[in-house]
C-alpha cells in the first residue's frame, strides 16, 4: 500500500475558508483607525480656546485607534492560523499551522503506526483532527474544509506513503 512520496507535491496546505471574511474585517478595522487618526489630526490641530468640546475630542478617537490596532492584530493572527501545512520529513508526518514564513511548532507523527482522521464534534461544528497517541492537531471545522479539501488531503497522503484511518466520533 505504501506508494513513494510525491516530489511535484512535497507539502499540502489546507485553508479553513475564512479568508474572505478575516479581510473583510481587516479591511473595516483599517477603516475605523484611519478615520480615529483624522479624527484625532482635527481635535489636536482645534485651538483650545473656542470652546468646543473636551477631553472626548482627543479620548474617543485615541481610544478607537487603539481598539482597532488591537483588533487588528487579532484577525491577522486568525488569518496566520487559518492554513495547516502537511509535509513528510525523515520519514516522519508533520503537522503545522501558519503561513509560509511564520509557521507555529510541528507536530510530528511516526509512519510506522496509522494516522488517525477523526470527525469530533455535534452536528453543526465538527471539527477534524489529526491524531497519533497522545499527539493531536485541529485542522478545523469540517464545513470550512469542504469536501474538495478533505479528498486531496486523503490523496496526498496515500501519494505520500502515510497509513492513515477515518474516525467519527459524532
Do not use: C
Not at 478595522?29 to 472626548?56: E, H, K, M, T, Y
Not at 513528510?88 to 507536530?107: I, K, S, T
Not at 505520500?160 to 477515518?166: I, L, M, T, W
Amino acid at each position: 500500500m505504501s506508494t513513494p512520496s510525491d516530489p511535484v507535491h512535497p507539502e499540502l496546505v489546507l485553508h479553513v475558508g475564512r479568508r474572505a471574511t478575516l479581510a473583510l474585517r481587516a479591511a473595516f478595522l483599517v477603516a475605523i483607525a484611519v478615520f480615529g487618526v483624522v479624527a484625532l489630526a482635527i481635535a489636536i490641530g482645534r485651538p483650545s480656546g473656542d470652546g468646543q468640546g473636551g477631553a472626548g475630542n482627543v479620548v474617543l478617537p485615541a481610544a478607537a485607534i487603539a481598539f482597532a490596532l488591537l483588533g487588528l492584530a487579532f484577525t491577522l493572527g486568525q488569518w496566520w492560523d487559518d492554513a495547516t501545512h502537511l509535509r513528510v520529513v525523515d520519514g516522519r508526518l508533520e503537522v503545522r499551522h501558519g503561513g509560509r514564513r511564520l509557521r507555529g511548532r510541528a507536530v510530528r507523527y511516526a509512519l510506522d503506526h496509522p494516522v488517525l482522521l477523526i470527525a469530533e464534534g455535534p452536528r453543526d461544528s465538527i471539527r477534524m483532527f489529526v491524531e497519533q497517541d497522545e499527539r493531536r492537531v485541529d485542522l478545523g471545522k469540517a464545513d470550512q474544509l469542504g469536501a474538495d479539501q478533505l479528498r486531496d488531503l486523503g490523496s496526498w497522503l496515500r501519494s505520500q506513503g502515510v497509513r492513515f484511518e477515518q474516525r467519527s466520533d459524532r
